[in-house]
């Protein structure tokens, strides 16, 4: 796969492709749960902040449309911080040499994942990574530098009292570049999403079939 270069606006309000799935799912707790338990089966809300089109290129008057409002708080800033580390801030225009620094097999896909937020001990990243393995034509990679497309996985835990039910989580799915006048990693974001079962049978399953039709658009190329 060749790489490619092109002039890219990192702040932009277009460009990205949006998938949402269902609204977010909460639980209500019973009336003699701690506050602290209490706290974490009802996040914070999420607002629109100016990080929020900086980085994710999504406006104000689009929170609500693209689905943002559906995350919790800590959903969005993980998404924010996650391309705040990936993309410079420059609102000019600037040059970004996008796809692996070295060329791959022909046919096949590197995907390179990062999950962060209630994973410490990595189980839900390696049940991610097993089932991104089991994808037709898909390598993953040890480094955004080595990779054609990045998943990054926010998960959030959802609980009921002090039990835990299952797991929610957002993702954003981007094209790995280098902003060659600085010499620093950046991004093309590709999609947004969401999965809010967490009753759901196999989270890393469903995350593995939306990256495969992500996938789509770079399959071939």
Request: hydrophobic share 40%; net charge positive; proline share 5%.
């Amino acid at each position: 796969m060749k790489n490619r270069s092109l002039f890219f606006s990192v702040i932009a309000c277009g460009g990205m492709t949006t998938q949402l799935l269902l609204a977010q799912t909460t639980t209500t707790p019973p009336a003699h749960k701690s506050k602290s338990a209490a706290s974490k089966s009802a996040p914070a809300a999420s607002a629109w902040t100016p990080d929020v089109q900086q980085y994710l290129g999504v406006s104000q008057g689009s929170f609500s449309l693209v689905g943002l409002n559906k995350l919790s708080k800590a959903q969005v800033d993980a998404l924010v911080n996650a391309a705040r580390n990936n993309v410079s801030g420059d609102s000019n225009k600037h040059l970004l040499t996008c796809g692996p620094t070295t060329p791959g097999q022909a046919g096949r896909v590197r995907v390179w994942v990062t999950v962060s937020g209630d994973d410490p001990q990595g189980l839900r990243l390696a049940e991610i990574r097993t089932a991104i393995r089991g994808l037709s034509g898909v390598d993953l990679a040890d480094a955004a530098a080595s990779a054609d497309r990045a998943l990054h996985i926010v998960i959030q835990e959802q609980t009921l009292g002090k039990r835990i039910i299952g797991y929610t989580a957002s993702y954003m799915t981007a094209t790995p570049c280098v902003d060659e006048p600085r010499k620093a990693d950046a991004e093309l974001k590709g999609q947004l999403g969401t999965y809010t079962d967490p009753k759901g049978a196999d989270l890393a399953r469903d995350l593995a079939g939306m990256l495969d039709q992500d996938l789509q658009s770079v399959r071939g190329k």
